[in-house]
């Protein structure tokens, strides 16, 4: 994970275009067919749907919401400009949504259309592949992210590996329930680690006389009618540790999450069943 592993300040968030993308678009639209033939049932299609980003509009028969995955908030010119024509060529009213989770939703949007919709986003790099459902979401970031003055170091080459860890990762498909995360370069915390399932607050360490960039890990925050303050899970991980960390947790909360009680599964619950020094002891052991 060095500095410049994978991510260009100056290029596209990712590959443009997205070859897995294109191939899910033509897979959502063979799954449209099979669906119709009565070859797929209700249920089945709609977890499948929401693994793609696209959710259904209450009291509307095959009209969607869709929404794409902005990792960290960053975009280059050619993918905002083709957001805008997504929003003019499949949505009700011409425009899209911007999310308090670095997303971009279009409203009313036909379902056979939507295939064509995923299609024209993975020409540009942009995905809405696990947007919804029981995963990683959308990884969140600092808005100042590479031109905060108070920030500790750039996080933004870090977010961008663990995106691309994560995206379509088989670790992370059928979580117990929804799990996100989100990256802060200074103190400010301006991506509020501590509302957030996983953390990650930029930090430097003087080991053997040279400094070393890590992060403070922050783990079972979260809002909703019963708030949670993430706990501390370490002071300090190092940067090259911070990938196996979050799937540590990960595999914790995939093995102990609540699967019977959706109003309880999120991470923030276990976390307060097990209690802090048992969850981290677990966490650390995964890791190890």
């Known amino acids: 994970m060095r500095a410049d592993d994978g991510y260009d300040p100056e290029g596209p968030v990712l590959p443009a275009p997205d070859e897995e993308a294109l191939a899910e678009a033509e897979r959502f639209a063979r799954q449209i067919e099979r669906r119709d033939r009565g070859e797929v049932d209700e249920e089945a ?58 997303c971009i939703q279009f409203h009313w949007v036909p379902l056979r259309q939507v295939p064509d919709l995923i299609r024209r986003l993975g020409e540009v790099g942009l995905t809405t592949r696990e947007a919804c459902g029981n995963t990683v979401r959308n990884v969140t970031a ?27 990762n088989p670790a992370n498909q059928c979580l117990p329930r929804k799990f996100k995360t989100a990256f802060s370069g200074s103190d400010a915390d301006r991506a509020a680690c501590a509302m957030h399932d996983f953390g990650a607050l930029a930090t430097v360490r003087v080991v053997n006389g040279r400094p ?31 990938i196996v960390t ?10 102990l999450g609540n699967r019977a009680d959706p109003h309880r599964a999120r991470l923030k619950f276990l976390v307060e069943s097990l209690g802090a020094e048992r969850f981290r002891e677990l966490v650390l052991r995964e890791r190890k």
Do not use: C, W
């Open 246 to 255: 979050a799937e540590a947790v990960l595999r914790v909360f995939d093995r």
């Open 45 to 102: 299609f709609r977890r499948f749907r929401l693994q793609n980003g696209v959710y259904g509009i209450r009291g509307q028969a095959d009209v969607q919401m869709v929404r794409v995955k902005i990792p960290f908030g960053v975009l280059s010119a050619a993918q905002a400009e083709r957001l805008a024509e997504v929003a003019r060529t499949f949505t009700r009213h011409g425009a899209g949504h911007l999310t308090t989770r670095q």
């Open 142 to 168: 600092d808005p100042l992210a590479g031109v905060a003055p108070d920030e500790v170091f750039d996080i933004r080459p870090y977010a961008a590996a663990y995106v691309r860890h994560f995206l379509r």
């Open 212 to 242: 070393v960039r890590g992060f403070r890990v922050f783990v079972g925050g979260g809002l909703g009618s019963l708030p949670r303050a993430a706990i501390l899970l370490e002071e300090f991980t190092p940067a090259d540790q911070l």
